[in-house]
């Protein structure tokens, strides 16, 4: 009993450490959302959209393939060990494609990028869990969480940098790496894996680990659940830059800057709200997470629909506030919904399922929206599609039936 108060700063103390590391994982993702016009414009081989929606969908299918892996591995070895070679992996790649010549070179940069990042997510939250059981999971995952949105902000202003030329695009990929293979030094000194605590399960082959999450129907909505949704997220965080530089003739570093300052503070508003709102609602109802996750994702149906249709900036602004906010409810409860599902020694490998299936179809979707726009499909039309899907993923998650153990 002596070490509860201990553990209990090494929990929050673990969600410190790995929030810069997030904040590294998502930074590198939109800062090439955002610094697109000067890239192509360097990179003369990359004649259309469709070809920088295939630049951005390899990412994501290489992603895909290897976080089941990845979930796998963490769920045997160190969490900690898993987390520290991805970000110094990652950073290292992330430098190397401020240095690429042609379209080839960027789509294997961006290729081998997923690879390196698949490992981070499953492990840091299926570590981020281990510390933190029922009373305090949804609102330390939000946290967690938080650092992506900062990442996805501070990437928004690449932009700007990539039209000064005293920076470039070139080197802002080179200076982001170079921070990331430092800040992995100190991480792996410090990063913890939680002591056994309880009764130690036993380790999960192969067998078990496809018997429990593939015979569980729970969690085979949960992975439906999980992508749907995101499917429009990529949309907005890949696309958005663009969509407004066209659509209300902006700059490069504004149009970057509005498509993510204001949904991403928003949705950092939804993830503590939505993470304090799911703990508390967990003490009186087993299936309090899932009913605010249910909301989160019911706030992106008018989102999508607003923002196709904005007239304006300042409309398309306030309803990706909107989306923002959803997001944040959704995003802050999928890992503890998960909890509620399967044992600790499954957790990385589910998450790492439900990112292979989420992040291909997150792939696809990027793809099928450039062909769409080289063909100039109007974009409400686009985006009423993907509120169609967000709506469908509300049945779904409101089916799942959480077992009552969510240590």
Not at 25 to 42: C, F, G, I, K, P
Not at 51 to 68: C, D, M, R, T
Request: hydrophobic share 50%.
């Amino acid at each position: 009993m002596n070490s509860t108060p201990s553990v209990s700063r090494i929990a929050w103390l673990v969600v410190a450490l790995l929030i810069p590391v997030a904040l590294l994982n998502y930074l590198d993702r939109q800062m090439l959302a955002a610094m697109r016009l000067s890239m192509v414009t360097e990179l003369p081989d990359i004649e259309t959209k469709a070809q920088w929606g295939l630049v951005l969908g390899s990412f994501k299918w290489v992603y895909a393939i290897f976080s089941p892996i990845a979930g796998y591995l963490a769920d045997r070895v160190s969490r900690r060990h898993v987390i520290c070679f991805s970000l110094f992996a990652w950073s290292a790649i992330t430098w190397a494609t401020g240095h690429v010549q042609n379209y080839e070179q960027l789509l294997w940069t961006r290729a081998i990028m997923g690879v390196s990042e698949a490992f981070y997510i499953p492990a840091a939250l299926a570590l981020i869990s281990d510390y933190h059981l029922g009373p305090t999971r949804s609102r330390a995952v939000g946290l967690h969480q938080i650092g992506i949105y900062i990442g996805v902000i501070i990437g928004g202003f690449a932009g700007y940098a990539a039209d000064d030329p005293d920076i470039g695009w070139r080197n802002a990929f080179a200076w982001c790496g170079l921070v990331g293979i430092a800040y992995s030094i100190p991480l792996f000194l410090f990063l913890r894996n939680r002591p056994a605590y309880g009764e130690t399960p036993a380790q999960p082959t192969a067998g078990s680990t496809v018997r429990a999450l593939l015979g569980n129907p729970s969690f085979l909505l949960l992975v439906a659940y999980f992508t749907l949704p995101a499917m429009a997220a990529w949309i907005v965080r890949d696309w958005m830059p663009d969509i407004l530089r066209e659509r209300f003739n902006l700059g490069q570093g504004k149009a970057g800057v509005s498509a993510v300052l204001y949904w991403q503070i928003a949705a950092i508003m939804g993830a503590l709200l939505g993470g304090w709102l799911a703990d508390r609602w967990m003490r009186s109802h087993l299936r309090g997470r899932i009913f605010v996750s249910a909301i989160g994702t019911f706030l992106l149906l008018p989102a999508l629909f607003g923002v196709g249709n904005a007239s304006t900036l300042g409309m398309a602004v306030f309803f990706l506030v909107v989306f923002g906010l959803g997001w944040g409810f959704f995003d802050c409860n999928n890992m503890p919904i998960l909890c509620q599902l399967v044992g600790p020694e499954h957790r990385a490998t589910g998450y790492g399922l439900m990112n292979l299936v989420s992040i291909s179809c997150g792939g696809f979707a990027d793809w099928i929206f450039g062909v769409l726009r080289d063909q100039n499909m109007p974009l409400n039309a686009i985006f009423g599609v993907f509120a169609g899907i967000a709506l469908l993923s509300i049945f779904i998650v409101l089916s799942i039936r959480p077992r009552t153990n969510t240590g």
